[in-house]
Each structure stands twice: as C-alpha cells, then as structure tokens.
C-alpha cells in the first residue's frame, strides 16, 4: 500500500528552535510538494521538486525556511528560527507532473 | 495574484441527494483541475481529475469544467452520511501541468442521515 510517509507526526517547540520536518514520498514519483495548513489561509504551496530538482520555493519565507531533497526517498522542510506564526499543519505530496496523487499524513507544528 | 474561490459553507444535503459544490478561478490559462476530500484532522485525498471542458463522471461523483467561465463544479449523487467533510477545489497556477497547484480554502458539506 504506497503512502507518503511524513515524520514527525507531531512537534511543539519553542520559538527560536529550529524544526525539521521529513517526508518519504512514494518510490516513482516524479514531484514532491511541501504545503501549509491553516484556518484561515488554507493550503498554500511552499514549495515544489520534480525530479529532485528544486522548481518554485517562492512560497516560503527564504530567511528561515529551507527545502531539500537530498535524495529520491527523502525530502525535507527546515525552518530556522521557527516563530509563532509558524503553527500550522504541513503536509507533504508526491504525485506525477501537475497531479498531487498523495498527501502525508501530515505534521502538526505548533511553535509557542 | 491567482486565486481559486470556493462558497465555505457549510452546505448541508438530506441523505440521498445531490450535493453540488462550484469552484471559480481567476487564470484563464489553467488547464489541470481537481476534486480533493479532506474529513477533519486527516489528510487530503484526491477524488476526480479533469482538464477538458464537459463532464467526467466516476462512480457517485462527476466533474464539470467551463473554461470560458472559468468554472468548475463537483456533483455527488446519493449522498452519504460518509461523504460529509471538507471538499477542496486545486487548479493549476502556471497554465498547464507545471506543478504550480493552486488550492480553494474548501466548501465543508454536511450529510444529515
């Protein structure tokens, strides 16, 4: 049963402290996304890799968060310092091209 | 700034009938559209596909696209208590299949038994 596996379930941290976030998207998958959720924003994209290259990161704040995909089984989400406002679900996603096949089951990020 | 507006709801249907749920967008280049249920405190799961306008059908649920009113609706018929939950319109940002997807903030639809 193929899945996108996303760690920490889970994390509350401490403002200031940095937070890593790790996804293992399905093996075949040619895009990985990083999204954020919140009430009132909603989902919005992060940031996205096709083929493990980096395509579009301008939805993140570039002077604390950071993407990776150092290789095909892995990708991860770094923020550094995290701030409150940072609080949400992140999800993870691989699919093909345009098409978001599966998402993670997320992580909950709280940052107090 | 390109924006996929959906109505919040919450949109509440007896058991039975035919749930409609529209989504508008506002980049006329768009050309990938989709259906994603979300029940609370999971996930989003992919439930329809469409990128020519008319209407796909699959199994309960079908997908409308107009692109000339950028417009594209999601029908359920015989609705289920089971299909109550946030449903989330995504469209393309960059005009074709990039990956630069663009979601709706979700309609929640409510199934009364």
């Known amino acids: 049963d193929a899945r996108v596996t996303q760690t920490p379930r889970d994390k509350v941290t401490e403002m200031g402290q940095e937070v890593t976030m790790r996804c293992q998207p399905i093996l075949g998958h040619n895009t990985v996304f990083w999204y954020r959720q919140t009430m009132m924003q909603g989902l919005e994209l992060l940031a996205y890799?096709?083929?493990?290259?980096?395509?579009?990161d301008s939805g993140m704040p570039k002077d604390r968060f950071s993407a990776e995909m150092p290789d095909a089984t892995l990708a991860t989400l770094k923020i550094q310092p995290s701030e409150p406002r940072d609080s949400a679900v992140y999800f993870c996603?691989?699919?093909?091209?345009?098409?978001?096949?599966?998402f993670g089951q997320g992580t909950r990020l709280t940052v107090v | 700034q390109k924006e996929v507006e959906q109505n919040s709801g919450p949109l509440s249907v007896p058991e039975g009938a035919i749930a409609s749920l529209n989504c508008t967008y506002s980049?006329?280049?768009?050309?990938?559209f989709f259906w994603y249920r979300q029940y609370s405190g999971k996930s989003p799961e992919l439930i329809m596909s469409?990128?020519?306008?008319g209407d796909k059908e699959d199994g309960r649920f079908t997908a409308q696209l107009n692109k000339a009113s950028q417009y594209v609706s999601l029908l359920i018929r015989d609705s289920q208590p089971s299909d109550s939950a946030t449903y989330l319109c995504a469209v393309d940002g960059y005009g074709g299949s990039q990956g630069n997807l663009i979601f709706g903030k979700g309609t929640k639809l409510s199934v009364k038994p």
């Open positions: 996603a691989s699919g093909f091209y345009g098409e978001i096949a599966f």
């Open positions: 469409i990128y020519s306008n």
């Open positions: 980049d006329r280049g768009s050309q990938s």
């Open positions: 890799f096709r083929n493990r290259a980096p395509l579009d």
